[in-house]
């Protein structure tokens, strides 16, 4: 499956600019000259996004206590939940159990001039009602935390299988020379924080560049990237410098353009020891910016990686992905919906609004929700009540890049449990973001094991059109 | 606008086509030429799947092909008769072509050429190459005959003659031992073998079967097999938690470094516990059946999970043994191979005998039962002799049921205390003194003490053995069809364990109702009755790109209708058949292959070779790619001295970033590493989690192992850079390679930059690469002599103790410079 080695051979040999060559291949950088026909080198049609934030909620926020308001479910709070709506239906920790609605733990209200419902939990995401776009009824296939974290970023819930910032990098490319072109960014807060693999920002069978890079908010910042102590930067860079020239002659000797690649990759690593740092410095920011978003400099906060975001959205970053991972609430609800919209909500309004502010919304697309949604029945336990997992219906918004703002798509039945009204599931999902970005998730492939995959799977994916401005 | 479909893989195959597609003039083969564009462009609607087959028409037989179609009457395919063939008419049709737009799906004209030179020459039909059994070939007659060294490169001397091409010259002693070295061993060579080989004093077929006998070649060998079955030591779902199978890795190496044939080998792996008096490492090698990912997640569903356990295996064992991609069939039938969604779920069940329940609570390691415990082997005997005595006083089968009735009891004791009621109590009480009874009469009271004794002595014993997951068959579970793969479904046929249908049906002895993991196993590998002879092409195949970078068919593990035929079908064949009529004798295959000319020419390709073959395809060279990660780790650790050489054990903990586990829960985990010689064992012995594999490991393209890996890529990103330049493990290992170098190489600059060239690259430096490294030294030096920095910081990295003899300034400049020399494209490269 080395197609890699063919593709960069074939590039060395195929008389481009050597250096540069080896530098796009190395960056997944569409350069006009870069052999058209052997990268996918431009989008299928004009695209409205050039990059994407997706706010990963780990852990499954509940579509009930954030925008899907259903009076229905306050009047049956605390009693039987009948059974036409679960008979039948896969259930995760309430299985065997007695089931029982649980009401909704805080109240709605209408905000903006669209009057979108949003939960008193989100204060700073109703002032965003006019700028987001709802979807209420999302639907996974995927009921425990890991394959369904692995099914949203995947789009199946085999491993080994490219994430989709790798998948829009490899049909993109980077617009950064310093940068990785897919980041990932963690904080905890909340709830006992769900466990993430880095399998979730793999390449897959994708070429390893386009894998997504984790930053750290303490410690180094991008594995290794420090020097050792007691090694000067003049030093360093003498070093990295001696073992270019040494490569470099090598590659007069035998030519085998596999060097290249690699004396690219010593220059980009060179430069990333000063750019990441530089970049993930946030207390250069002033003073109101630091209030707007709520962050610390320096604390791995999500308010801090929210400003962080928007840091690499304009230095380029393709594919942007935070996580919080909070949100598994199967007991005390109301106390960790409180933690978590602490967290959360305020720096998100901040990162969309300064987006808005510097222009930038227009082209960055913004994505937010959790791997699922939450039971309308009540979970008890040692502390408050909660809820179970769900999957036939839940919520997500998505806002900015030709998104049609202040509206509310698809609905859930009256309890909240099954989506019934124009369905999205994650294939369509995927299938609306890569058509902003002006991607075709059908002919959108990469070659394995004998098929022409695709992030959207072989089952049909649409494009939702109806939340498309 | 342009299709996406076009990528490096396709261009791949457009260059391909010149290399391997009939000259003018050349017959076509339909294998080679023809199925590869039937697959890709009609398969999908008009193939082996018969739930998604338009217009009735199936064009992957020739009943199918040759056929009147329902709907016109006509024929789609009229042999001899490209005009008449409504398959040809359609293709040609401009107002509604074959493949239709919305396939995004069509065909070049030179695919069109060879579609219609196939229907005018007859349209002649082959079986899948990959289904078809290999037979032998003679070796071919070549113009250069005093090339070959063993008829492996007649065969491809033949290849490059035809296409009027020549092989390289052979590669120098240095490189061929080097190559030998890292390719058989993983290490490099110790510069003794290097000078022996050089001088003479030993003969190549020498240097080859000391190397191959070397305790080293099984770990090789093992890092390899490791990424095609999965090994990892944590569980890889969710919470990944740690679990019991090392020394599954140490049955691996030892089986390859004591040549157990292929065929044992495979039944010792799926069927380990099924032999006649298995013996203690055939049963662990049966925890080849627990190596997959699982979860212990609360609140999953263990229908589902038996259902996605099942296809997991399936997926694996399929992909190992039969190079192919049967896990594709979990939710229909296979869109491009004969494979059905009911063969899918006849694999399954021959796994259904294993238990895959109780995976809970959240602890380190967790606990799969069945489990056994390895013990080193200076206790084994006391084991073995404990044993004996505890059978001799109790019979093994009564020794077990003692413990189970033993565990009822005391869980029947605890219970007892909460109880309120006095009746519940009573028949409570009953139990356990039933099951006392039962208990004594298994001895009388003197032995059952005896025995008790004996045991504790064995428990104590055993703490200090590994712990390791292995197969214990039990009644297998219900297996049934998932129609569409959906595990809440119970509408599909239950099945039995049998091999795919196209293949034929196993034949099972007299009163055996049911086939087992050992008569799949059988199959698998039995050259006369079975699929052994597929088994061995793609075995075959994966040693060939072991050791010249690339398959002989570059599909490793999709022998399929989509997979890329084989460049040189007969050579593949010959080889396979070899490989079984030796006994599947696997370093007599080694040994061929390492031994032909075809491996010993050089690397080194002109501007023409790579124009004209980027892949190496032909073999008009050795290939030249990066080493993987484990042995880029090896490598620096085996040239400062400090490798830790031992074969087998537990995983080991080398140095790793602080908080690197912090998105793991359940438990949270802190990465404890290893303060002792353990830090610097090979890297095949990194401690493998799943869901965050070291990320050294990582940055150098090592597998998460969650799914089988036949082929790793072999990139060069700046995050590997920084690894190399910066992983306290290579400044560690750089120090004590200056150290060596300061000690041992000489007093003058000239005298140490040659010990430090030969010992790392087993070569002297030229002028410039002299002067470049005392560029770099004199530089470094002069900024700690100007005390710009703290010079004996670098002397703290790592767990081993700098040396006091040499200056701090010294060792920090050399230490520079030996990192310049483990960030060398030529360090990190086999060629």
Redesign the interface.
């Known amino acids: 499956m080395n197609f890699n080695q063919t593709r960069r051979t074939f590039l060395g040999q195929a008389g481009l600019g050597l250096g540069s060559a080896a530098l796009s291949s190395l960056m997944g950088i569409r350069s006009a000259s870069a052999a058209s026909d052997i990268y996918p080198s431009a989008p299928h049609f004009a695209p409205k996004a050039k990059r994407v934030i997706f706010l990963c909620m780990a852990g499954g926020p509940s579509h009930l206590e954030t925008f899907d308001y259903k009076p229905e479910l306050d009047r049956l709070d605390g009693k039987a939940m009948p059974e036409s709506f679960t008979k039948g239906q896969p259930i995760a920790q309430l299985q065997g159990k007695e089931l029982k609605v649980l009401g909704h733990q805080a109240k709605f209200r209408p905000h903006g001039k669209s009057g979108l419902m949003v939960s008193d939990y989100l204060p700073w995401t109703a002032k965003m009602a006019d700028d987001i776009t709802v979807i209420k009824s999302m639907v996974t296939e995927q009921i425990n935390h890991d394959p369904a974290h692995t099914f949203m970023n995947t789009g199946t819930a085999i491993s080994g299988r490219p994430s989709m910032g790798a998948w829009v990098n490899y049909g993109l490319g980077s617009l950064s020379q310093n940068l990785p072109g897919f980041v990932v960014l963690t904080s905890v807060a909340g709830r006992n924080p769900q466990p993430i693999a880095s399998r979730q920002w793999s390449a897959g069978f994708l070429p390893s560049r386009y894998q997504g890079v984790e930053f750290n908010a303490a410690g180094d910042p991008v594995h290794y990237l420090s020097r050792p102590k007691g090694v000067s930067i003049k030093q360093q860079d003498e070093l990295i410098k001696s073992i270019i020239q040494l490569d470099k002659k090598k590659l007069g000797q035998i030519r085998d353009p596999e060097i290249e690649t690699r004396i690219a990759a010593y220059e980009m690593a060179f430069r990333m020891q000063s750019s990441v740092p530089d970049l993930m410095d946030v207390s250069k920011e002033p003073q109101s910016a630091l209030d707007m978003y709520g962050a610390t400099p320096g604390d791995g906060s999500y308010a801090s990686n929210c400003l962080l975001a928007r840091r690499l959205a304009e230095k380029g970053v393709r594919f942007i992905q935070l996580y919080h991972r909070g949100w598994d609430h199967h007991g005390d609800l109301d106390k960790y919906m409180k933690v978590c919209c602490e967290h959360t909500d305020r720096a998100t309004w901040a990162l969309l609004t300064d987006l808005k502010q510097r222009g930038m919304l227009e082209d960055t697309l913004i994505v937010w929700g959790g791997e699922f949604g939450r039971t309308p029945m009540f979970q008890g336990g040692k502390g408050g009540a909660g809820r179970d997992h769900h999957i036939k219906g839940f919520s997500m918004w998505m806002a900015g890049a030709g998104m049609k703002p202040g509206m509310s798509y698809g609905e859930t039945d009256e309890l909240g449990y099954s989506a019934i009204k124009d369905v999205v599931n994650v294939r369509d999902l995927h299938a609306t973001m890569l058509h902003q970005l002006g991607l075709h998730s059908n002919r959108f492939t990469y070659p394995f094991q004998g098929l022409d995959m695709k992030l959207t799977g072989v089952e049909p994916a649409k494009v939702i059109k109806g939340i498309l401005s | 606008?342009?299709?996406?479909?076009?990528?490096?893989?396709?261009?791949?195959l457009g260059?391909g086509l010149f290399l391997l597609s009939p000259c003018l003039g050349e017959e076509l083969d339909f294998n080679r030429d023809v199925r590869p564009i039937l697959?890709d462009k009609c398969f999908f609607c008009h193939g082996p799947d018969s739930n998604h087959r338009e217009a009735d028409l199936r064009l992957d037989t020739e009943e199918g092909a040759y056929a009147k179609l329902k709907e016109s009457g006509n024929f789609a395919i009229v042999p001899g008769k490209p005009e008449q063939s409504e398959f040809m008419i359609r293709i040609l049709d401009k107002e509604d072509p074959m493949p239709p737009v919305e396939s995004?799906k069509s065909l070049k004209p030179k695919e069109i050429d060879i579609l219609k030179q196939w229907i005018k020459e007859g349209a002649v039909y082959e079986d899948p190459w990959a289904y078809a059994p290999p037979v032998k070939h003679p070796a071919p007659k070549v113009k250069k005959s005093d090339w070959p060294s063993n008829w492996i490169d007649h065969f491809v001397l033949a290849r490059l003659e035809k296409k009027g091409l020549s092989p390289s010259p052979e590669a120098d002693p240095v490189t061929l031992t080097r190559r030998l070295s890292f390719d058989l061993t993983g290490l490099p060579p110790k510069p003794a073998l290097v000078a022996d080989f050089q001088s003479g004093k030993i003969s190549y077929e020498q240097l080859v079967d000391t190397l191959i006998s070397s305790p080293h070649f099984g770990e090789r060998m093992a890092i390899y097999w490791l990424d095609l079955v999965r090994y990892a030591d944590t569980v890889?779902?969710?919470?990944?938690q740690d679990h019991n199978i090392s020394p599954y890795r140490d049955y691996v190496i030892k089986a390859f470094n004591n040549n157990t044939p292929f065929d044992q080998f495979t039944r010792e792996q799926l069927a380990g516990d099924l032999l006649p008096k298995p013996t203690l490492w055939q049963k662990v090698a049966s925890g080849y059946n627990r190596l997959l990912?699982t979860?212990h997640?609360?609140?999953?569903?263990a229908k589902?999970y038996n259902a996605?356990y099942a296809a997991d295996r399936v997926r694996n064992v399929s992909e190992v043994w039969m190079g192919a991609?049967v896990g594709?069939a979990q939710c229909h039938d296979h869109?491009?191979d004969p494979y059905t969604i009911k063969d899918h779920y006849t694999m399954a069940a021959f796994f259904a005998d294993i238990h895959d329940k109780g995976y809970t609570g959240n602890i380190l390691p967790t606990i799969r039962p069945p489990e056994m415990v390895i013990l080193n082997p200076e206790l084994q005997p006391k084991a073995d002799r404990l044993e004996a005595q505890m059978a001799e006083l109790v019979p093994p089968h009564a020794q077990a049921e003692i413990s189970r009735l033993e565990m009822l009891r005391n869980k029947w004791t605890g219970q007892l205390k909460s109880l309120r009621d006095d009746k519940r109590k009573a028949a409570l009480q009953a139990r356990i003194t039933d099951a006392d009874k039962k208990i004594a009469a298994f001895a009388p009271q003197d032995k059952l003490n005896a025995f008790y004794r004996l045991r504790k002595q064995h428990q104590t014993l055993a703490k200090q053995g590994r712990r390791t997951m292995i197969t214990v068959a039990e009644k297998p579970r219900t297996m049934r069809i998932l129609p569409r793969g959906n595990w809440?479904d119970d509408s599909g046929e239950i099945v039995t364990p049998a091999i795919p249908e196209f293949m034929g049906q196993l034949k099972l002895p007299e009163g055996q109702e049911r086939a087992t993991r050992l008569d799949l196993a059988n199959w698998l590998t039995d050259t006369a009755k079975g699929s052994g002879g597929l088994t061995a092409r793609v075995m075959a195949n994966r040693f060939w790109y072991l050791f010249y970078g690339?398959g002989i068919s570059?599909?490793?593990?999709?022998f399929?209708?989509?997979?890329q035929a084989p460049v040189n079908p007969q050579l593949l064949d010959q080889l396979a058949v070899a490989f079984y009529e030796s006994g599947w004798d696997v370093k007599a295959l080694v040994r061929l292959l390492v031994t032909s000319r075809a491996y010993r020419q050089s690397s080194?390709?002109?501007?023409e070779m790579?124009?004209r073959d980027?892949?190496n395809a032909l073999v008009d060279r050795q290939s030249?790619?990066?080493l993987p990660a484990e042995l880029i780790r090896d490598n620096a650790l085996a040239v400062s001295g400090l490798l830790v050489d031992e074969i087998g054990g537990e995983s080991a903990k080398p140095y790793q970033?602080?908080?690197?586990y912090?998105?793991?829960?359940?438990p949270p985990r802190k990465y404890q590493q290893h303060n002792d010689p353990r830090q610097w064992r090979r890297g095949l012995y990194v401690h493998w989690q799943?869901?965050?594999?070291h990320?050294?490991m990582?940055?150098l393209?090592a597998?998460?192992r969650?799914?089988c890996t036949a082929?790793r890529?072999?990139?060069?990103?700046?995050?590997?850079?920084?690894?190399l330049?910066?992983?306290?493990t290579f400044?560690e290992a750089a120090r004590n390679f200056a150290q060596r170098i300061v000690s041992k190489g000489g007093d003058s600059f000239e005298q140490r930059i040659g010990f430090a060239y030969q010992e790392a690259l087993n070569r002297a430096p030229d002028e410039?690469?002299k002067a470049?490294?005392k560029?770099?030294l004199e530089?470094?030096r002069a900024?700690y002599d100007q005390g710009?920095?703290?010079?004996?910081?670098?002397?703290?990295?790592g767990i081993s103790p700098a040396a006091t003899d040499i200056s701090p300034a010294d060792l920090?400049s050399w230490t520079?410079v030996a990192?310049?020399l483990f960030?060398?494209?030529?360090f990190t490269y086999r060629n």
């Open positions: 606008m342009k299709s996406f479909t076009i990528n490096a893989n396709h261009l791949f260059l697959s995004h890889g779902y969710h919470g990944d990912q979860s997640e609360g609140g999953i569903q589902e996605i991609t594709c869109k491009y809440q690339r570059p599909s490793l593990s999709d399929g209708g989509q997979g080194l390709a002109t501007a790579l124009a980027p892949a030249r790619y990066r970033p602080e908080g690197y912090r998105h793991l829960n359940f799943r869901m965050f594999l990320p050294m990582k940055a393209d597998p998460s969650e799914e082929e890529p072999r990139s060069n990103t700046p995050n590997a850079a920084l690894v330049l910066n992983d306290p400044i410039e690469e470049i490294f560029q770099l530089d470094t900024q710009e920095n703290e010079v004996t910081q670098l002397g703290k990295v920090a520079t990192r310049g960030n060398l494209y030529e």
